[in-house]
């Protein structure tokens, strides 16, 4: 799957504009202490930069790499990139036990140190979501139970505009996607 990039129209966005600053993803990862590489950066903006990584026996995980990079004036881009993982990571370890929702994949580590802006998830086979694409009859009405469950623990999903985040799966069935900037009730 190949996901639209801003970038490829426009060139690289000055290194301000990306959560990695001049950095791209990094190509060797662990993710859960098991060796992955980098297949693809699926786009990297001013806070995350997302890309699949497959290991040896062709398995993959979707890593998001949260902001590290210093915010203008000087304000900390890695504490606001741990923060936006950490809570990412919980929404996922949360959601586990319910279809539709991407399981947490382990910690993630680069040249032996721990990626604390770094979340994984394992990969879910499907394309994204737009109005144009043919689901089958059930897709929307198990949507609505998987935001209903959502909903249940407390928190709101808040990012529904972007397409991106609702995953048609290889079974037609839907997965969402993408917990960044959800809300906490309490």
């Excluded at 994949?105 to 086979?125: D, F, M, P, R």
Aim: hydrophobic share 40%.
């Amino acid at each position: 799957m190949s996901a639209f990039s801003s970038e490829s129209l426009t060139g690289r966005r000055p290194d301000l504009f990306r959560a990695l600053g001049p950095a791209d993803p990094p190509s060797d990862i662990s993710i859960g202490g098991a060796p992955f590489r980098l297949l693809e950066c699926l786009k990297h903006d001013s806070w995350a930069a997302n890309a699949v990584y497959v290991d040896q026996s062709g398995r993959k995980a979707a890593c998001k790499f949260n902001r590290s990079h210093p915010l203008p004036c000087g304000l900390p881009g890695r504490a606001l990139g741990t923060w936006l993982a950490g809570r990412e990571e919980r929404v996922m370890r949360d959601m586990s036990n319910f279809v539709g929702f991407p399981r947490a994949a382990g910690a993630v580590t680069a040249s032996g140190k721990t990626l604390a802006n770094a979340v994984a998830h394992w990969w879910i086979e499907g394309e994204p979501f737009r109005p144009d694409l043919k689901v089958n009859d059930e897709f929307f009405p198990r949507l609505c139970r998987m935001l209903s469950v959502f909903h249940a623990t407390g928190r709101a999903y808040v990012d529904m505009s972007k397409w991106g985040n609702i995953l048609v799966g290889a079974d037609g069935a839907p997965a969402l996607l993408d917990y960044q900037i959800h809300l906490n009730a309490s």
